[in-house]
């Protein structure tokens, strides 16, 4: 099926950018949105800021129902992350950051929304996209121009009410998985006791006695001409993201220098910590990650006891409490960072090997569960429909 593509300006009652209002911490007033108000791709009214404003200011600049906030200003990743307001209030601001898309009667706005938010369009922006050192950011006129295609009114109707049963499968999926994750840290910090108070009275050893500690190379072991794209992973703090190691294809090295620098290969049931900037973000290394390496900025820690303790481990350095006590002791004026003696210091308790052995079966059996569960929510449905629904094959 053939639909007319239309500039998004043309169905448009505005598309702009939201007002310039200074926002400060404690102001009160009424909500502002901000970049953070859509980071979940919803409209979070939780995350708006505020700076005084009275109910009678920035009439002009009110969200309405079915409004469309876009992020175009904000790291590459991040641009072009959208959020429909699908709430009646008639009092918050819409701020600088964000675009305001506000469609005529010619679209329907959660379709416009769906758009929006598919791989088709998506795919579109890195043409608009002027990128600096930080962030990466596209203009309204250059938005104007991209197309959409445009069914009849009620045809914009139907694929939106299709995909909206599709997005509350997907949403039911991530709540699946948030809730089986809070699940197995309940059953962790239930069996193993809080790190720091340690109810269950486990021997208390250092760490240093129990692993190995090795902080990555000095800056003066890696030279400009060392660093290739697509070589070996180099692991910095900023490649430790929610427990996951992600590395970047621009921060690798070479074979020959890798090999030179062996004592700085990354093993699986190593944990990989960040010494500098955010300290102590940890990831547990797996079999993908063999033979990685730990970079400048990071430093590994190599259990004796592998398997499951490296797991229990982990999860224990990974603690709120642990991250308090290691930034508190960290050292340097101008850069804080860990050396070999904090980290070697930590407290550890240790839990017998019997009490390690059951978590391992808990977790495997409920990990097989939790992974049938996911899969019957038929994690690719929205997709799939998504790119049906915009080619008109849905």
């Given amino acids: 099926m053939s639909w ?47 700076a005084g404003i009275d109910k009678g200011d920035y009439i002009n600049y009110r969200l309405e129902k079915g409004d469309i906030l876009i992020s175009h200003i904000n790291s590459e990743k991040h641009l072009g992350k959208c959020a429909i307001f699908e709430s009646d209030r ?22 416009v929304h769906y758009y929006l938010s598919s791989g088709i369009f998506l795919s579109k922006l890195p043409k608009i996209t002027k990128k600096s050192v930080n962030q990466a950011s596209f203009t309204v006129t250059h938005f104007k121009e991209l197309e959409i295609p445009l069914p009849p009114l009620d045809e914009q109707k139907r694929i939106a009410a299709i995909l909206d049963k599709a997005d509350a499968i997907r949403r039911k999926r991530q709540q699946a998985i948030q809730l089986a994750d809070d699940f197995l840290r309940s059953v962790f910090l239930d069996m193993f006791g809080d790190p720091v108070t340690n ?8 760490l240093k006695d129990i692993a190995r500690i090795q902080i990555g190379p000095f800056g003066t072991q890696l030279h400009k001409e060392d660093y290739i794209e697509n070589g070996i992973p180099l692991i910095n703090p900023t490649h430790i993201v929610k427990g996951e190691i992600i590395p970047k294809a ?37 079999s993908k990650e063999e033979g990685w390496m730990c970079g400048t900025g990071s430093l590994f820690i190599r259990p004796k006891q592998t398997g499951v303790f490296s797991e229990y481990l982990n999860k ?5 409490a642990i991250k308090n006590h290691l930034e508190s002791e960290s050292q340097g004026a101008t850069m804080p960072n860990l050396n070999k003696t904090i980290v070697g210091n930590i407290k550890i308790p240790v839990p017998t090997d019997e009490v390690l052995e059951q978590f391992t079966v808990i977790k495997e059996t409920f990990l097989k569960t939790k992974s049938s569960v996911i899969d019957s929510l038929n994690a690719p449905l929205f997709e799939s429909l998504s790119q049906k629904a915009f080619a008109g094959e849905l």
């Fill in 4 to 50: 007319p593509l239309v500039k998004l300006g043309d169905i448009a009652i505005h598309l702009r950018n939201g007002a310039s209002i200074k926002q400060s911490d404690g102001s009160g007033g009424l909500p502002i949105t901000r970049i953070e108000t859509i980071a979940q791709r919803e409209v979070n009214l939780d995350k708006c800021g505020y």
């Fill in 90 to 111: 008639k009092d918050i601001i819409h701020g600088m950051n964000l675009l305001c898309f506000r469609v005529n009667k010619r679209a329907y706005p959660k379709f």
């Fill in 199 to 206: 109810p269950k009275g486990w021997e208390v050893k250092s």
């Fill in 250 to 286: 621009n921060l690798t090295i070479s074979n020959e220098k890798h090999a030179s620098l062996s004592e700085y290969h990354l093993k699986t049931g190593d944990i990989v910590m960040g010494r500098r900037g955010e300290m102590g973000r940890c990831a547990i290394v797996n």
């Fill in 316 to 320: 224990l350095l990974s603690s709120q």
